[in-house]
């Protein structure tokens, strides 16, 4: 029998079986969880029977944060493994009482879990608690910092539409300061050589975000939408993230300058796909009719491509 007694800061977690960010993931890495998460896909739509791969398994949710597909994402896709799952929320949780994240997941740990899906808004929150712990710990998104399975997800919708990224252009619009979604799908576009437009207001812009990731894609900046929005192959909209921009509302002209409206929706491509990690604010960054349209609009489509991208993250880090 073995007894968990340690202190925060002596876990000997592996690295290799933690997924904490997609910046300095190996390229070869990158592809083969897409690989394999494209290969899993009709057993997370249900098309396929569910595996046992993760019999006896317990996968434990720590969600500090609120959240809807990535929590409900993660679950399917432990349970279509095999799995069993335990739910931690900041409320209902010792969080209330001043109870640290690092001493929570160390608590959890101890009741034999076998690894740690961590949602926090703290950045760098789960590189922390992957020091503190034994068990893989896998980021559902820390803070403005990485939400590396949303990425895979993008990445792999983009994939079944476009079929290979590289050298494709896909623009990014909205709220990229506060938005962990646009720097991991940034780092993973660009590792596979597509070019990343950033587009959003100055303000809304981090300066230097064109030098964000290396690869062989590139990133470009730009603060007109219509002046780009022609070329593009793929377009992503965000949300403005009003919990991280304490004080700031939206601008009143934020639909008509930055929206993707019925309207400025025209200027696109014929059949260039239409993506939202959600959750959505229709009629702010994207209009109901295009937000729901039933063939460009790959939304939904992400969210079935998340059940398979953390699928293949949590057999990589309990099945090596
Ligand atoms: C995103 C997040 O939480 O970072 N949502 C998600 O996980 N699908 C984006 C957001 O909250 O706007």
């Known amino acids: 029998m073995r007894l968990i007694q340690r202190t925060a800061g002596t876990g000997l977690s592996s690295p290799e079986r933690d997924f904490l960010a997609i910046e300095g993931l190996p390229v070869a890495e990158l592809r083969r969880l897409l690989d394999h998460a494209q290969e899993l896909l009709p057993v997370a739509v249900g098309d396929a029977p569910s595996l046992d791969r993760l019999r006896g398994r317990v996968v434990a949710n720590i969600f500090f944060e609120d959240s809807t597909r990535t929590r409900v994402s993660f679950e399917m896709a432990a349970r279509r493994?095999?799995?069993?799952?335990?739910?931690?929320?900041?409320s209902g949780s010792s969080a209330s009482k001043g109870e640290t994240l690092i001493d929570t997941a160390l608590n959890i740990e101890a009741m034999g879990v076998d690894a740690l899906v961590v949602r926090t808004s703290i950045s760098g929150g789960a590189a922390l608690v992957a020091n503190a712990v034994r068990c893989p710990v896998i980021n559902a998104g820390d803070g403005r910092h990485e939400h590396p399975t949303q990425a895979l997800l993008d990445v792999l919708a983009l994939r079944l539409r476009l079929g290979d990224v590289t050298g494709r252009k896909v623009a990014i619009v909205g709220d990229i300061a506060?938005?962990?979604?646009?720097?991991?799908?940034?780092h993973a576009l660009v590792a596979l050589g597509a070019h990343v437009l950033i587009v959003g207001p100055p303000t809304l812009v981090p300066r230097g975000f064109e030098q964000l990731a290396e690869g062989p894609g590139k990133i470009s900046i730009h603060h007109d939408i219509d002046a780009i929005i022609r070329e593009v192959d793929a377009i992503m909209m965000l949300r403005i993230q009003l919990e991280r921009a304490a004080g700031s509302g939206i601008a009143p002209d934020y639909r008509s300058t930055y929206g993707l409206t019925s309207v400025r929706r025209k200027l696109l491509r014929a059949g260039v796909p239409i993506l939202h990690p959600g959750p959505v604010n229709r009629g702010v960054e994207i209009d109901e009719e295009v937000a729901d349209?039933?063939?460009?609009?790959?939304i939904l489509a992400q969210v079935s491509c998340g059940v398979a991208a953390r699928m293949a993250v949590l057999l990589r880090a309990l099945c090596p």
Do not use: E, I, M
Not at 82 to 89: F, P
């Open 293 to 298: 349209d039933p063939v460009d609009s790959v």
């Open 178 to 186: 506060n938005s962990r979604v646009a720097r991991s799908t940034t």
């Open 81 to 90: 493994l095999g799995a069993d799952v335990v739910l931690l929320g900041s």
